[in-house]
């Protein structure tokens, strides 16, 4: 198969800061085209000094255009605010360009959810029975045949993978759910902004965007796919002194108050047995999230609560890898039948 050739629309972000640097390594694909309004006419390796000497440094940084992303691009990830992929998506499509959006603009399946949560009105409402999931270890055959594909959020992938199996299974109500997640500060991106500084981020522990997060519909539309029944859960974010990964708890009922830890557990690595990117961690173990930086993993970990007949969850991810740019560069391969690991490091960087 010819080298896949990729567009990267919106660098200036971390999302777009790592998906130049898994493409930088992949072997399969070639980033043809990076956009950026601001920083246009640099070189790629000059605005990520990272990437001197790597494949695609010497890329010129452009403005977008719909007729330059046509000639160079296979596909194009839109590493773009909300309510700016629904503007773009379109004409790729119809220019034969596959897309990968990291936005939100594609995720929910209900045009008048988006609008209530994002407040702003959907522009490309007739795309979004199109648009495929992009979680792969739910949707992996959609998304190789998809053309559009939502990229999952950060507290959604963790969130979703961590409370499958209990759902899948019957083991939990579906209820009554609390999901309580912290995520390093790259999580809230990388704009300039008083909340984000260092002064306020370092020695500091605080929850944002309760209960309103919007994250929680989607949350919410996936679960309730996977239980067969409308689900509502509470979704609190909060932000931890450190730059990156995700440790989702979340709180369930069981539906069994005799079901011990050993069945539970069982259940969880029967459910993964066949996910390489799942890892039920030994009963007794939890999650980390020094043990997934930079990588495509999701660890998973639970105890159960007898005293309050209550099953705990613990899922742990990178929110710029496996919640984010590594998560739409395995979408990308199973679109054009790579291997969905291709061009992913395994191992996380340690210390």
């Not at 296979?74 to 034969?96: C, K, S």
């Not at 390093?184 to 965007?209: H, I, M, Q």
């Not at 919410?220 to 989702?248: C, N, T, W, Y």
Request: hydrophobic share 45%.
């Amino acid at each position: 198969m010819k080298t896949v050739r990729a567009g990267l629309i919106g660098i200036s972000g971390y999302a777009g800061m790592e998906l130049a640097r898994i493409l930088a390594s992949h072997p399969s694909m070639e980033l043809t085209m990076a956009c950026s309004r601001g920083e246009a006419g640099k070189k790629l390796g000059d605005f990520y000094p990272f990437l001197r000497g790597m494949p695609g440094s010497d890329i010129e940084i452009c403005v977008y255009d719909i007729k330059k992303a046509a000639s160079a691009c296979d596909i194009a990830f839109l590493a773009v605010p909300a309510g700016t992929a629904m503007q773009m998506a379109p004409e790729l499509l119809e220019a034969g360009v596959k897309v990968v959006d990291l936005s939100a603009d594609f995720r929910l399946h209900d045009v008048a959810v988006y609008e209530q949560w994002y407040r702003q009105k959907h522009t490309a409402s007739g795309y979004l029975a199109d648009a495929v999931y992009g979680l792969p270890e739910l949707y992996a055959a959609s998304i190789s045949r998809a053309k559009l594909v939502a990229n999952p959020g950060c507290y959604p992938t963790a969130s979703i993978l961590g409370a499958y199996a209990a759902i899948k299974h019957g083991i939990i109500h579906t209820d009554n759910i609390v999901i309580d997640a912290k995520s390093g500060a790259s999580g809230a991106g990388r704009k300039a902004a008083v909340p984000t500084l260092f002064c306020e981020v370092s020695d500091n522990f605080r929850p944002y965007g309760a209960p309103t997060h919007r994250h929680t519909p989607e949350i919410e539309q996936e679960l309730s796919l996977i239980a067969g029944r409308d689900m509502i859960v509470s979704f609190v974010p909060h932000l931890v002194p450190m730059k990156r990964g995700i440790l989702a708890a979340i709180y369930a009922n069981l539906t069994d108050k005799k079901q011990d830890l050993a069945s539970i557990h069982a259940l969880f690595a029967e459910t993964w047995s066949m996910s390489p990117w799942i890892r039920v961690l030994p009963a007794g173990t939890l999650p980390e999230t020094a043990n997934v930086r930079g990588s495509m993993y999701c660890d998973i970990g639970i105890c159960v609560d007898s005293r309050a007949g209550r099953l705990i969850i613990f899922s742990a991810i990178d929110n710029l890898c496996r919640g984010a740019s590594g998560q739409a560069i395995a979408d990308a391969n199973l679109m054009f039948g790579l291997p969905v690991n291709c061009g992913m490091a395994d191992m996380a960087p340690l210390p």
